[in-house]
């Protein structure tokens, strides 16, 4: 049986254990924070199928499958029913590459329709589309399921080194312990470029900071359950790159109760090199942003916040999608950004390559999965 540690119980490491231990695997996972507490926390993320680089389109529908199974699983509804509508002039790009997946069903829509799933929105006669496979993740549900199921293997330790120790295993200290094992995934999030440099492998990894907030509907607004009236739906998750209302890359989920929208901007502001904010202004000037957007776009929503996720969020240089694995010697670590809805095929990703000593799909750093074509 291999003796594997996956350092960080975010939703790639929650992913990566369960996957492991699932085929066997004797697993322990680290994390010195509450699990789901890094760029995992907070309620809700987008599960969208489209993506620029199609090898990513097809990684993402292996996931849809993945979470259905964890639905199944687990006995929950982990991804709302009522698809991801995204406006703006790529819609018809977006289109034409998700047609070429059969189990990617995609269609426009029409003013009219847009306004029946999307009542919250302005007026908006230009492109939409709606993935209808996409729709909000339930994400604090996944976290808790996932951290049942690792009850037991879980270790509430935060991990100073990892290093090989020439007898082919890799050596793991904690503040209080130290262990050896026959592979060490690190999926520590913001932690795992500074792990995997002391084990000699460099990741270009760039951190920033990120700001969403979340707002109530409106009074008269739909009702409690999010239906768009007359429709029975719930709200779809929603992504604008039209520019129209004054922002050019914006998203937003529904929460689970229906009557909360989370909403952010594709932004994020830079870390300096020793780790703290280059601009901790710039963080409130995105939120200031943010309420401005949710003015001009979005009447449906009280554009006062009623919360926020600040989170330091971790990208490769080849993409805001972008997302690779980096495997030598019984040490094998994860680096992307936007992974939440990618989680369980990166669990399962990972968990064979531990198991079999390769790299699978196009998740190899050196193919640069998730590459932006601009
Ligand atoms: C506001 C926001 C909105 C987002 N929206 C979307 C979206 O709509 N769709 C989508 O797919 N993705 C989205 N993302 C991105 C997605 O949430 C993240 O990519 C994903 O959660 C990353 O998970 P992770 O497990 O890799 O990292 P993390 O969740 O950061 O987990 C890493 C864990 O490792 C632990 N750790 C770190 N160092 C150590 C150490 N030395 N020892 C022990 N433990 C350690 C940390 O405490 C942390 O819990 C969003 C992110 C944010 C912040």
Redesign the pocket.
Known sequence: MTRTAV????????AAAHALRARGADVTL?????????????Q?????HSHEDPRLVALVARSRTLWRQWEQEFGLELISPDGAVAIGAGVEEKLRTLERFAEVPVCRLPPEELHARLPLLAGWTGPAMLDVHGGA?R?LDAVAALVHRLEGSTLR????SVRRTGTGSVELR?GTTCETYDHVVL??????A??ARGAGIDLPVETGA???LTFALAAGAPDPGGSAPGTGRGLP?FQDGSGDFGETGV?A?PYPDGRRF?V?LSADTPARPDGGLADPAALAALADRTVAYVRRALPGLDPRPVDH?H????RLPWGDDGVGIWSEDGITA?A????????PALGEALAETVLTGGIPGHLHHEEQLGRSAG
Do not use: D, M
């Open positions: 350092v960080g119980a975010g939703i790639v490491g929650l680290y994390e010195s924070g509450p699990p789901g507490g890094g760029q995992s926390a907070g809700s993320r987008i599960f969208r993740i994400t330790e935060h991990v100073l904690t999926c520590a999030g913001r932690g795992t500074p792990l990120h700001v969403r998750t998203y989920a989370s952010g996720v989170c330091w969020v971790t994860l992307g950004h936007n992974l939440f809805k990618q989680a």
